[in-house]
């Protein structure tokens, strides 16, 4: 009984030692695995907190390059002019090593063959600007200049030592300069140092003996990590950096990845011989592991949910309601957002205060949330500040002011700013550092001066512009986000492909025209994943029009408005019979009794050049009511006698006799009548 015995504890040991070790084997499998997942997701994370960091410099060297380009062509004849811009750029820029702008060789005679306008940041904080193009430095053989003379616009260089600036290495940004022509004349080059990236290091030391490196499009090391010891096994996760081709990596020991594994591992293999009680911590163990997993899940679930709140919010803020005005028939306006990420930076608002259109149009540096704080900030200032101020000039310093204070995160924002009177058409604009309107007319961009971006000099003095807007005039507006759409070649939508769509789309409603640009930015990009944010607005500044209830008792405003609308004198009389003969009928009998209508009037002038004719005055009246054309009443013979004449008939001849033309049509269940006035030349 005793052997029996021995053997059945034996069998008891044996069978919990297989179902112990079974156990063991498949939580050290799990284990395993979701430590290999935890590695990656924090690689993963470090690595988009160090993409972010340095995307924000690279974004912020960019449109420093963008901006100085655009200074660049505006004084492209005035060398001396070039060295306050590199100067400010460098010191506002804190990472930026050097900024400068070189001229083709033999542009400004007087300064010799090599022309290059340097501001480079020396031992610490101290600046120092000079002139140092020569024979021994000739920037034309080096990389930044190559790439920048011939791309349209900013292009990354590869690691170089920059001998003759700031004295250290670093990697280029470049970007053309144009002539009126065309021509390239000269390319700016702003420079990043590489002991920033190497700072950067500091974000990526999430395991004890891990290290980076980062690596140029062409596979280059801009930042170099450790060498691997032969026999070890390393995990390496990569992530490109798409505004600049760049590759960044980070390589972990797998022994420290699992270091904690195997310290269980030796743990539960010495807690086996306690049998039934190891058994118990194991399974209690795994039962741990699975409820931090959850609550992993489903702290990632509460993550999401907050960002599509913040989404709905961001939303709220924008207009969303197009036609926006109602109660005006000459304006109309519709915008979009289209952010890369659950929200974003760019943003459009607009409304009407004491008869004048207040709008803008804004792109925030680097996207998600940081960028859409910027957004909701930026909407704000522009709402609070417009209900004081009409001044775009004064409107920009307010709001860079307010933006640039305690911008601990560097974060600057292009706008463009308009005030349209709707009343004289004059447009009051103030634009920093924002892509140019397109005016649809003419199909050309609205020549705007540059200014820098919101958030990055305090003090900067904007420059404020004006123009006269023309009745039937569409302003299309947009962020970088349209031209700068990319299919899977990485081709981009450009600025020609945009005015070539917007081309021949100036009779059109805003709606519309944002409609069918959003359908062709889709259809180039193919499916390709969203890299910016997008934003269009569309302003049409219509013709004037009046709009009045079937109410007789409103015929006294028509009288008013013919008056204001500036014709010759001697017409505002015949006109205004005319008018009210056509307007009374149509509130008399247009609608059944006891319901509501309304008479649009729209007018219009059609000036004559040359021989095509005279001058003539364009009014059309429309209503929803009754279908009634009175061009088919007959002509009244007024020689006749009041008895022998048919009732009715002598309004319409009146008008006749006023007017020079009149049409009548049927279209959209309206009455469309026009009546033409000609001018004597």
């Excluded at 807007?469 to 299309?476: G, H, K, P, R, S």
Aim: glycine share 6%.
């Amino acid at each position: 009984m005793k052997n029996k015995g021995s053997h059945f504890g034996l069998w008891v040991i044996l069978i919990a030692a297989i179902v112990l070790e079974s156990i063991s084997c498949i939580q050290y499998f799990y284990s395993h695995a979701y430590l290999r997942k935890e590695a990656e997701q924090r690689a993963q994370s470090e690595l988009r907190k160090a993409e972010l960091e340095i995307e924000k410099h690279t974004v912020e060297m960019e449109a420093a390059a963008k901006t100085l380009a655009m200074l660049a062509e505006k004084h492209v004849n005035v060398p001396d002019s070039i060295y306050a811009a590199t100067r400010s750029l460098v010191r506002a820029l804190e990472n930026t090593s050097s900024v400068a702008v070189a001229y083709v060789p033999g542009y400004f005679r007087k300064e010799g063959t090599y022309f290059e306008a340097c501001s480079s940041r020396i031992n610490g904080d101290s600046i120092y600007t000079r002139q140092i193009g020569s024979a021994e430095h000739d920037y034309t053989k080096m990389e930044w200049y190559v790439n920048g003379f011939q791309s349209d616009g900013c292009a990354w260089s590869e690691p170089y030592l920059d001998d003759s600036g700031s004295q250290t290495w670093v990697v280029s940004c470049s970007h053309p300069v144009k002539n009126s022509r065309g021509e390239v004349v000269a390319v700016v080059c702003v420079d990043l140092a590489l002991d920033y990236l190497q700072r950067v290091s500091e974000y990526l030391r999430i395991y004890e003996d891990s290290y980076y490196s980062i690596r140029s499009s062409s596979g280059q090391e801009i930042v170099s990590g450790a060498d691997t010891v032969p026999g070890r096994k390393y995990q390496i996760y990569d992530r490109d950096i798409e505004a600049t081709g760049w590759k960044i990596s980070i390589i972990i020991p797998e022994d420290v990845i699992f270091a904690d594994l195997k310290r269980v591992g030796l743990i539960v293999l010495i807690l086996m011989i306690f049998g039934l009680a190891l058994l118990v911590f194991i399974v209690w163990l795994a039962g741990y592991n699975a409820k931090r997993l959850i609550q992993s899940l489903e702290k990632n679930q509460r993550m999401e949910s907050e960002l599509q709140i913040a989404n709905t919010i961001q939303n709220a803020m924008l207009p969303k309601v197009f036609p926006p005005f109602t109660d005006r028939l000459d304006l109309n306006v519709c915008g979009m957002v289209n952010p890369a990420k659950e929200v974003g930076g760019d943003l459009y608002d607009f409304y009407v205060r004491h008869d004048k259109l207040f709008f803008c149009v804004g792109d925030v540096s680097g996207k998600g949330v940081p960028a859409s704080l910027v957004m909701a900030m930026t909407r704000s200032l522009f709402r609070n500040i417009t209900a004081h101020d009409e001044q775009p000039a004064i409107i920009m310093r307010k709001m860079n002011r307010a933006l640039a204070d305690q911008n601990a995160q560097n974060m600057f924002l292009t706008l463009f700013l308009g005030v349209l009177d709707c009343q004289t058409g004059q447009l009051d604009f103030c634009n920093a550092g924002h892509n140019a309107p397109v005016q649809l007319t003419s199909c050309g961009l609205l020549p705007v001066v540059a200014n820098l971006p919101l958030g990055i000099d305090p003090d900067f003095e904007f420059q404020a512009q004006s123009t006269q807007i023309a009745y039937n005039e569409v302003l299309f507006l947009y962020t970088d986000g349209l031209t700068e759409a990319e299919n899977d070649r990485h081709e981009q939508y450009g600025e020609e492909r945009m005015l070539q769509m917007l081309g021949g789309m100036a009779d059109n409603t805003p709606r519309y025209i944002i409609r069918k640009m959003q359908e062709d930015v889709e259809a180039f990009v193919d499916g390709a994943q969203q890299s910016d944010d997008l934003t269009m607005l569309a302003i049409r500044y219509q013709m004037p029009a009046i709009v009045m209830r079937n109410d007789i008792q409103q015929i006294p405003t028509l009288a008013e408005w013919v008056e204001g609308l500036g014709i010759p004198a001697e017409l505002n009389m015949p006109v205004n019979l005319a008018l009210e003969e056509i307007v009374s009928n149509v509130m008399l009998y247009a609608y059944p009794k006891e319901r509501n209508g309304q008479v649009f009037v729209e007018f219009s002038r059609f000036e004559s050049k040359g021989q095509s004719g005279p001058s003539r005055l364009i009014f059309v009246v429309s209503d929803s009511g009754i279908a009634f054309d009175p061009t088919q009443r007959e002509e009244v013979d007024i020689s006749l006698a009041a008895e022998d004449r048919d009732i009715g008939g002598l309004g319409i001849h009146m008008v006749r006799k006023l007017m020079d033309e009149i049409r009548y049509e049927r279209a959209d269940n309206k009455n469309i009548l026009t009546l033409v006035k000609e001018l004597k030349n």
